[in-house]
């Protein structure tokens, strides 16, 4: 085989693992200008004291994620959520700053506003296992569990049981009455995560939470004084859904198509290459014999004209 069909499948090999271990990487990276909206809908139950009375309505949620620096490999990300009642006034309001990894997702502890562990997002190429989740949705981490697998609209998604128990909310909840010297407040909440495995985006959500007073020195729990159910709205579902099919779509084409593309074109160039010099061997021998044959040749003539 020739340079002139080895170099070439060379350049493609290498392109294509080039493409697999360098930039699928990169792309699968979380953006320097990451940016997301989603938007909730909950109904909400909620009273003032151990003995008030209670309120039912229903409500809108708005959380934005948006990065706002990068060092190194982490970004700074600014998240909020915003909860709305019927009259859009907002009723509840929280925020965080966070320092994430943007390859594997996972908060920093040495960045952000306070030291935080686990997921802030979900990872590209989410595994079917246990982890930890923390994010703006609730003030403390969150234990979420593989549980199966599922189609939603034609796509397939890991479906994540998560659970959040005893977080402290006195200071969120200080405006109440009594709050914090004769009470304190926590939180118990649990929920699903629809994650597109590939992309890591998450296609659907819902969860269900439960705020209760304790007394602050026994740490007795009390009574129950704040109940919800919330999941996405429809339109952030469908698209949450978009997004994970074209994340998808983009990840496994840089890593699984195109390299495949690459090396089969590798692979016929190699081919083609040791044909072609295959065939030119045997043009050369063939040339390389034919003073031989044509001294046979002449040989048998003379013969055939003295036996005449």
């Not at 296992?129 to 697998?149: F, L, M, N, V």
Request: hydrophobic share 35%; proline share 5%.
């Amino acid at each position: 085989m020739t340079l002139k069909g080895f170099i070439p499948a060379v350049i493609l090999v290498l392109a294509a693992v080039l493409l697999r271990f360098w930039i699928v990487p990169l792309q699968t990276r979380l953006p320097a200008d990451f940016s997301n909206e989603l938007t909730y809908q909950a109904e909400d139950r909620f009273r003032e004291s151990p003995d008030g009375e209670w309120f039912t309505s229903s409500l809108t949620a708005r959380g934005t994620q948006q990065a706002l620096a990068v060092s190194g490999n982490i970004v700074l990300i600014q998240s909020e959520l915003h909860w709305y009642s019927e009259t859009d006034e907002i009723i509840l309001e929280s925020s965080g700053l966070y320092g994430v990894d943007r390859d594997t997702r996972l908060n920093i502890t040495a960045y952000g506003d306070t030291p935080r562990q686990g997921q802030f997002l979900f990872p590209a190429h989410a595994e079917k296992k246990k982890r930890t989740h923390w994010d703006s949705q609730y003030i403390g981490p969150r234990s979420a569990d593989y549980e199966r697998t599922e189609t939603r609209d034609g796509l397939q998604v890991y479906v994540f049981r998560f659970h959040a128990e005893g977080l402290d909310e006195t200071d969120g909840y200080n405006a109440l009455p009594g709050v914090p010297e004769r009470l304190h407040a926590y939180t118990d909440g649990e929920g699903t995560f629809w994650v597109e495995p590939v992309s890591g985006v998450v296609v659907d959500y819902e969860e269900q939470g439960l705020s209760y007073f304790t007394d602050p020195i026994s740490g007795k729990r009390l009574s129950d004084f704040h109940g919800w159910s919330a999941h996405y709205a429809p339109e952030t579902r469908a698209v949450q859904q978009e997004l994970a099919r074209a994340a998808r779509l983009r990840i496994l084409a840089l890593e699984t198509y195109l390299p495949f593309t690459l090396l089969f074109a590798a692979f016929v160039v190699l081919i083609r290459s040791l044909r072609e010099a295959t065939l030119s061997g045997c043009e050369g021998e063939r040339r390389s014999n034919l003073p031989l044959y044509n001294e046979i040749a002449s040989t048998e003539e003379r013969r055939t004209q003295v036996q005449v």
